[in-house]
């Protein structure tokens, strides 16, 4: 799953393909409606900084720029070739590039992966240039870059007819062309300022993932959007969200294709390898990254970054003039696990004294009345932040706000509480002119004309201040020394030995040979038992007669030792039953499934859900990828539905999380000390009981890598 | 819950408020920005078309009109009075307005309900004096109304100071004056007009419910946006939904409260009864209107209705010019539901030829290579409408629809698109200066910036167009003359026949009185039986040990019937024990719960949820107004998430969905029939067969009305 070119060689071209000094466009046009004529009247109006050199053997000139035969021609190595040149000549013209030591190029050409056969093959040559020579490869059949800094508009689309915006923090890197320009044009309308937008079309070096690591080291670049139908390299995800998290820059990431409809579609416009979806939600849970499904919650929550305040709880007080409005907001609010916790006793008193009128737990209405003397608003939202001390404040204030009575002296009390709490996420929900909106913008405020869409922003940042924070123990080492898997299949008692050696506690139980053993094991455990046929493959017990559950005397086990011997011969002639296992049966607790799956793109990963009909039918499961600690095991455990059972709700006694807790971080060491040996973990049931009682798996089977199951 | 003063003069005291020819305005100011100024500045400068009498004792003139000293000396009895004074001359005010003839008032003040105390008495003195002399009132403590047509600005918010915007096609009804104004505000920045905002306050008289009820009459309203933080009269509601859904009108309403913090705050704010959250889903799907949680959704949907297209089937078309945004609109259509079916495979080869670089399926990928020959996106277009058949078509076109080289030649195809087919919806997604973006929009396509928005405003319309297509049999009566529920607590067995004689299916069983009894009704059933002791008022069997199961022979029954006697008097001596209940065991069949619920504003319920932890730890259930038909029970057991079990996914069989649905009609009218006569009904477990093989209640308990559980 990884490149196997040396790194520092690689960061180097990618940062001369997105920094370059001096650039070549091989295909250039003077036509500047022409692809090849488009990136060259971009940048010539725009003025780009770096040097040019268009590249046409049939002109001397190319809109006003002296053109060169050949990239050979040119007098020193480039930075960048853009190459708008038919996919026919595509190959040659990055031979030559590589071979006049060009460090990195952009083909917008189509006609690659896309659209399969010779295609693919074109592209896969383009794959072996890129890792032979070291130069880097954007590309092909993507729209290029806009770098708004140095105005480097390496790129045809048509985006920039619109005009050349000034630079702001939001970096837009996306497979999509179309999606990136899209989020663009939106952004811009907003008045949003992006500093790239980086479309990297088929991928055939220069992915996603990794532009998404360059950005993160990137000084100009505050938050991160990304755009994708699939990732091919696993790992490089990983690291580039880990740099990013570690410079405190948010990923909002969209990964398409989440329905069955969706992923059909996108099979069909990439034929990527994508990984199953579900392991993208572990993906971007566990390593912090935000996943937003339209392009309004991107863009909401780009915005909100752009104040630099990633709160490290989840208090949120609401203030409102309308009560009803102050319901909703809690509402969302609560939809979205914020925390909207009451106003300490005291302060609200405080408040009720402030405003007689007020409703002061949380929200706080404050009425209308409040603007008749603007001070009460200022000591509102003070006793607010100072008492009720949330880390974020959403203020509904609609149109009034931006009454010309109003605006001087509430901006008066919002500037002086800006100055005394720098620290505080505050947002405020009003509709006015853009000019009267900017001046609140001006005063370190975040503007939403919606509450609940600053909520949800809100929360958003929420979750990224967490990660930020997470002062939490480096992931913990796989599993220490492990015996290598064996590279056949495994019957349950062999799975169940293997497990229980990597810490995951399996249910006490004894592989017996003979009726006369599978007696005296009985009456060892002085209660029924379960009697289970074990045998390498053999999969479905059930089915095939293989199990006997509740058997109460050492006779009856006896006895059905031969029988469940008779009965699985009979039903699955091919089975080789290895003796049967017997052990105690346990009642009481709630079952969960446990598992690990190989996921094709990112690794082994940790399932859990609730058993029975929760996995089978409702789906109710979470992921993380392998390894992770007993805090990120919670957190998986929490995002499941049937969290709720195990907490013990109504009256119920709870389960004990701690120790489902620690398997599952058991589980995932021994998944990631085996890696690619692993095919797949079941532990189905696997029994979790009362709190400080443990759990345990009743059935078990490890699959070892390339083993049909 | 319903009214007792005759309707038919309401009525007309309800035109008179929303329609007025001459208004009096008490407490009218000559200073235009004084409460008692505003409404009469408004009126003045926008032009109201009616007769004004400002009412003011002090002066002769006030902003230019004749004043009166009092109401009495107006020379006409006006249709509306307008109340701005202070609260404590507001009942003198309303009685003299009643006694002077006029057929309705606005009262601005507050100081009643919302304070508590006096001020509540003040405002049941409202109430009492509307109920006595048929004048309507709206409010106290509201905003009034706006009524853009007639330029009736019966308001002193300062919404007016921005200017006075042409009336259109949305009625605004909110209970909250500050969120109502605010959904106009938002309303005319996206340039959709309004026809009326009405704001009801603390309605001591008119109410949310029964505006809507009239809007729903009024020629020039097409849509209305409703929001409430509950409903005092749940009849008046369903009325005025039916109403609105005969006249082919969508209501959007926003019911705030859903989640506990919301649900305090709105008990702080208003106080009132609301009815449970959970009742106001099922009256919204019951009688087809749209609940949404945000001001965003509301109006997303408000302007896509503005079309007055409302499909009666939810198959999908999508159209991108980028196959990730395809992959995105897929996702979101199935997550709402839609049916993003595939084009027919000939259509496919169609659109092939036309595009042989596009993605045919659906979504439809046409690449941006259609922009270079328009006329094959008009094809492409035409053949997903002609042969693809969808109901809804969204194209995402992003700012390439806006480009100056393409306006001209994709309207001409668009022009002619529209023209053939009138009755699909379509909406295109495009960016682009408003002048541009309103020219599509003048061809008669919805535009949004937004594809996603534009999926989940289409998915609601669909919803509507379900609703008004609805060519559904009348809700069927309640069940024939029923024999009058007992005024005492009963027994299992009293609850059984009783339910059993509504058409309900329930185990059957036998009461007997003796061991001998009980050994005898054993035999007869001829398998393992369970036994519960019988009596009014014992909810609780199991916990006091009334319960035996499995019971296998007719021996055992026998001497267990006296020990379950003896254990109930052990264990709750107040308990009155009737005999003991023998039932077969039923083995198999997926348990679920039904149950009755009396809604104190919208009256009995039927409730239905899968049986144990489904119900009790995952709140899985749904709600219908009692009664309702087979369909709709379909409905209802379709809203569970459990419904999937009972569907039988993989591999699973099929539960009797058929006989549930039959059953839930059958408890529908029962609890229709006896109303308030009931307190609750609760089936549990209720279980449910496989298909073909009908479903039947295990135990249950009626609780006549006013009877301790």
Redesign the interface.
Known sequence: MQKDFPLPDRCAGLRALLEPAAIALIGASDDPARIGGRPLRYMLEAGFAGRIYPVNPNRDMVQGLKAYPSIRDIPEPVDCAIIAVPAKIVIATIEDCAAAGTKSAIIFSSGFAE?GGDGEAMQAQLSDIAARTGIRILGPNCLGILSFGPRFFATFS??G??GYAEPGPLAII??????G??LY??AR?WGLGVSHIITTGNECDVDVAECIGWAAEADEVKAIAA?A?GIKDGPALIRSLELARASNKPVIF?K???????????A???ASIAGADEIYDAVFAQYGAHRA????EMLDIAYACTAGIYPSGNRIGLIT????????M??????LGLN?APMPGQAQEELKKVLP?A?P?N?V?AT?QVFNDLTLLGQNFSIMLDEGGYDVVVGFF???AA?PYIVEPLLKELDELRERFPDRLIFLSL?GPPEIVARYRDAGYLTF??P??AIAAASALVGFGKSFAGTRPSVPDAAGPLKALPAHALSEWDSREILAGAGIPVVEARLVKSGGEAAEATASFDCPVAMKINGAGIAHKTEIGGVELNVATPEGAGQLYDELQTRVTKQAPDARPDGVIVAPMIGGGIETILGVQVDPVFGPAVMFGLGG?FV???EDVSFRLAPFDHEEALAMIGET?GA??LRG??G?PSADMDALANALVALSRFAAAHGDALASVDLNPFLVLGEGQGCLALDCLVVPGGVED
Do not use: W
């Open positions: 659209i048509s985006t007819d619109a996306s497979q999509s062309g179309a999606y320009t899209h044009a939106v309308s755009y139908e969209m398409v294709g989440r329905s069955e409809e969706g992923a059909a579609a996108a069909s416009h990439t499904d339209t392009t309004e003039i309308s009560g009803g409005v102050g319901v909703q809690a509402d969302h609010a609560n939809k909207v009128f409703a737990r929200p209405d209308a609609t149109v009034v009454s509709i004309e919606d609940c869409r009909v089978e039918v409702f539905r709720k059972l709700v109504r119920r």
